[in-house]
Every structure is written in structure tokens, then in C-alpha cells.
């Protein structure tokens, strides 16, 4: 329920009718308008730049003819229970009814695949806006997330399956969201390699920029998107059916229980579309190739441990770490290659958030780059993807968000009448999980994973909080198998090894890009 909302004026707007007003006017500026400042390259220019294209026989897989069957494998793979579209048929209502509708909801999918057309009620999206912080009362700090009709998600689903067998090859080994076979730890792994030495003296200048993009998937230019798939060699049948997609959505938004606006969209990727994960990606390989474009022309200048690599950044999504050599013509560099980033795509950094992290650098050069790149000057550790990314060996101290994150959702069970069989269950398939990611990609320090451990179990027997209860049986007993008389809980030191070995063993096939990057520090 939104309360309250600042106007354009600077105002606080309480009636319902003025709030609804405030919502649509930003959302018909922010997505029902191209921005006039954006001129996309023709497609031969991307052609010149690209790093890789798609194989004439990989191209034809795209445009086989849909199948009755693949639309109803496809309908069945939604979760019946996710929000529903402006029509308010969830997919659960297809599924129990398919036996009376199926046969016209999959002749009317088809017959859209066959013509390229969507009708407008069909591709009408209500947007509900998700607050980012708690309370705000800025539009700008709300995300709308589309709820798409189920027809509509049908067909964006089967492209995006289509298209995601082929993301590998169109894509460069720099990004990992959303490419089969790569995953998120990658990233990571490699970028707190490079920042290892960072907290240490006398060596040689580096830098990293941490980039934010203002409203990413809403500023994605349709142009500049459907030219740089053209040019990846995305045949014209599959463009037909994107096109058809991506731009024929009406917008509507959810307010307070109801909705406001009804307006045709001119740019963006809604988020909640099964598309626009993997279209945004595309999108996005354009920077790759600009800042591939700058290390040829010897404009971009290597960050000290990545020049064997031919690294100068990473990507996951709109999460960017730009590497250079520390020093104002590096930083320069990567200003000229966003703001061409920007005129081509609307993709637009916003300088306020971007963060320069230094290595190697007196306090006064320093200082002296964060007055002119307009970047604010950042202290390690930083998060990315929700980890710390620091100097040095990973610490307690920054390890106090994870047991924070146990801790919490202990707490909020606590008042809760639970079974011993309830926790057994809670502990098993939740706790566990939260520490999941983590154990992927650090080895944790011990008493860190006994900390975590002795809070699973005081939670397990109900010991704490004023109660007299003892545990029942000690930890270690308890991670035994089942048929030795344990409970089957996982021993988190033995797994926190497992987790971290696949690496090792993605290195002995020389998978990924962690391959050069975890012998940088050697």
C-alpha cells in the first residue's frame, strides 16, 4: 500500500488520485518516450566490432516451425500460482482447463508465431512497482515488475529457450549472466583475485571502477537492440518474432489495488518477461566490444594483473567492474567508452553511485581522480553479488552479514510452535541454503562455520532465549548418515571443501575464465 509520494514539484501527495498520477506520468516519461539523445549504429558498424556472430547452421535452429507441443510443454512449465497479467488468468486456470481450452489457446499461439502479430490485449503488462527501500516515496526508487499475460509469456518463453541455445555463441566470456554453461562464481572468484593486493604498499598502479547503470532494462533502445542482433546474425524470421514482443506492449500500473495508465511502451525491457533477461545480455555485449574496440587502438590501458589475460572487465547483468591501470588517462578511457556506450544504447552510467576503488596510488592522486571522473573514491571490502570483495584473506568480520542473515531468520521462527521434525526441515532445505552461495566460493574460516553451526543447533533442541533445554545429541553426531544414527545434516567443513573443488576441477578441463584468472596471484 502506497501512502505517500513526492511530486515532480517536490510536494508529499496523499489522495489516491494524485499518487496514481505521479506513477503514470514517471512511467510514461521513463518508458512511453525514446530518448532523442540515443542514435544507434548501423548494423554494418556493429558488424565491424563484434567479437563473435552466429553460424549460418546455428541460425536456421531458431527459426523451426513451433509446435503444438512445445506450446504446451511450455505452458506447463509455469508455476500456476505466479501473479497473473490484466487478464487475471493465472497459469493454474490453463493447466486444469486444458482439456476444454487447449486446443484453441494452442492454435491462437500458433497462429501468431505464423503471422508475427500479437494483438494488443494479448501483450498488455501491468506493472507492479516493487520498493527497493523501505518506504520510499520517490518513484525513482521503486522497480516495476512486469506481470505479462500468460499467452503472451508462452510465447516469449519459447524464444527465450531458443535463444538462450545459442547465447554462448554470441556472447563473450567477460559476461555470465544468463549463458548456459556459465555461472555467477566465476565472476567473483576472478575479481577478488584481482583486488588481492590492493590493501599492500609499493606496488604497481591499478584501478577498478564499480559502475552503476541508471535503469538499465528501462533504457534499453529498440533500435540500437534489434540493429545489434541483425548484425549477430539473428536470422530475420526469429527478428520478426522479437519484434513482436518487445515492441507492442501496452502499459498499465498497479496502484493501491487497482490500475492506472494505459500507454504504449517506446523503449525498454519489462522486467518479468522471460526475454528480457537475455535480450538486456545482448544488449549489453556492445560495451564488451567498445571496450575491445579501445584496447586495440591502445586507448585502454591494462590493469597491471590483467594484460595476459586481456581482461578489462566484467560483467553479470548490469553489475560492471572495469579494470584499468590506475592512472586519470585509464579512468578517462573508460568514461569515453561508457559515454559512447550511452549515446548508442540509452544506457546511461550514474556517476554519483560509480565507485573507484585504488591500488598503488598516494592519497593525493587519489583524491585528485575522484575530482575528475566524478566517480566517488570507495574503501574495500565492497559487496558484489552480495559477498565481500576485499584485499587479503577472507575475515570474521566480513563474514558478519552471513551469520547476521542465520541469525534473522532464526529469530523470526522463534514465536512459531515447531516440531522437532519442522526445524529438522527448516534447518535442512533453508539455513543450509543461505550459506550455499557463500560456501561456493570462499572456504570459510572455521569459526565461522562453527558459529553457523552452533546457531543451527540451539534452534535444532530449542536451547537459548531463557530456556533451560540442553542439546540432545552434540552437532557432530547429528551430521551423521541416518542409518548411523544421525539426522543426515550436512558436516559444513566437508562441504564447504566440495563446493570450492569444482573450481579446482573446472580448471583441470580448462573451463570458464577462471582458468587464467585464478593464477594471477601466483
Not at 493447466?95 to 494479448?122: D, H, Q
Amino acid at each position: 500500500m502506497i501512502r505517500s509520494l513526492i511530486n515532480e514539484d517536490g510536494q508529499r501527495v496523499t489522495d489516491t488520485d494524485g499518487m496514481a498520477g505521479i506513477a503514470e506520468r514517471f512511467y510514461r516519461e521513463l518508458l512511453g518516450k525514446c530518448d532523442p539523445e540515443v542514435a544507434p549504429p548501423e548494423v554494418d558498424k556493429i558488424k565491424s566490432i563484434l567479437l563473435k556472430r552466429l553460424l549460418l547452421e546455428q541460425s536456421d535452429e531458431l527459426c523451426s516451425p513451433v509446435t503444438a507441443e512445445e506450446v504446451k510443454a511450455t505452458l506447463f512449465g509455469f508455476d500456476g500460482e505466479k501473479a497473473p497479467g490484466p487478464d487475471g488468468f493465472p497459469a493454474c486456470f490453463f493447466k486444469v482447463a486444458w482439456n476444454v481450452i487447449g486446443g484453441e489457446v494452442t492454435a491462437a499461439i500458433l497462429y501468431c508465431f505464423r503471422v508475427s502479430e500479437i494483438p494488443i490485449s494479448v501483450n498488455a503488462t501491468l506493472l507492479a512497482l516493487i520498493p527497493k527501500i523501505r518506504s520510499p516515496e520517490e518513484m525513482k526508487f521503486r522497480r516495476p515488475i512486469s506481470c505479462c499475460n500468460i499467452l503472451y509469456k508462452c510465447m516469449a518463453k519459447i524464444l527465450a529457450v531458443r535463444l538462450s541455445s545459442v547465447m554462448p555463441c554470441i556472447i563473450s566470456e567477460s559476461q555470465t549472466a544468463f549463458v548456459k554453461g556459465r555461472i555467477i562464481g566465476e565472476n567473483i572468484l576472478l575479481a577478488h583475485e584481482l583486488v588481492q593486493k590492493y590493501g599492500r604498499k609499493n606496488i604497481s598502479p591499478r584501478s577498478l571502477v564499480k559502475v552503476d547503470l541508471m535503469k538499465a532494462f528501462d533504457s534499453v533502445d529498440w533500435g540500437f537492440l534489434f540493429n545489434t542482433l541483425q548484425a549477430m546474425g539473428i536470422p530475420d524470421r526469429f527478428l520478426q518474432w522479437l519484434r513482436m514482443c518487445v515492441t507492442t506492449p501496452k502499459l498499465s500500473i498497479g496502484f493501491n489495488g487497482g490500475s492506472v495508465g494505459y500507454f504504449s511502451a517506446r523503449k525498454g525491457l519489462r522486467q518479468g518477461d522471460p526475454l528480457s533477461p537475455y535480450l538486456f545480455a545482448v544488449a549489453m555485449e556492445i560495451l564488451s566490444c567498445l571496450m575491445n574496440e579501445a584496447v586495440k587502438k591502445n586507448e585502454m590501458p591494462f590493469h597491471p594483473m590483467c594484460k595476459r589475460l586481456g581482461l578489462t572487465h566484467l560483467m553479470f547483468a548490469d553489475d560492471l567492474l572495469l579494470f584499468s591501470d590506475g592512472s586519470n588517462y585509464g579512468i578517462q578511457c573508460i568514461k569515453k567508452v561508457l559515454a559512447e556506450f550511452r549515446i548508442i544504447s540509452g544506457l546511461k552510467s550514474n556517476p554519483a553511485k560509480c565507485e573507484l576503488y585504488c591500488g598503488g596510488i598516494s592519497v593525493d592522486w587519489q583524491e585528485a581522480m575522484e575530482n575528475n571522473s566524478g566517480y566517488k573514491l570507495g574503501v574495500l571490502p565492497v559487496r558484489y553479488f552480495g559477498l565481500p570483495l576485499l584485499p587479503g584473506k577472507l575475515t570474521i568480520k566480513a563474514c558478519t552479514p552471513l551469520i547476521d542473515r542465520v541469525t534473522g531468520r532464526i529469530s523470526s521462527w522463534k514465536a512459531k510452535a515447531l516440531s522437532y521434525a519442522g526445524k529438522f526441515q527448516l534447518v535442512m532445505s533453508v539455513l543450509y541454503s543461505l550459506t550455499q552461495f557463500w560456501m561456493s566460493i570462499f572456504i570459510l574460516p572455521k569459526s565461522v562455520i562453527r558459529a553457523i553451526e552452533k546457531l543451527c543447533c540451539d534452534f535444532l533442541w530449542g536451547v537459548g532465549d531463557g530456556s533451560r533445554k540442553r542439546a540432545v545429541v552434540a552437532w557432530p553426531r547429528v551430521t551423521y548418515p541416518k542409518k548411523e544414527g544421525g539426522l543426515g545434516f550436512r558436516d559444513m567443513v566437508s562441504w564447504n571443501l566440495a563446493c570450492v573443488t569444482r573450481h579446482i576441477w573446472a580448471i583441470l578441463l580448462k573451463q570458464g575464465v577462471i582458468v587464467g584468472g585464478l593464477g594471477l596471484g601466483v
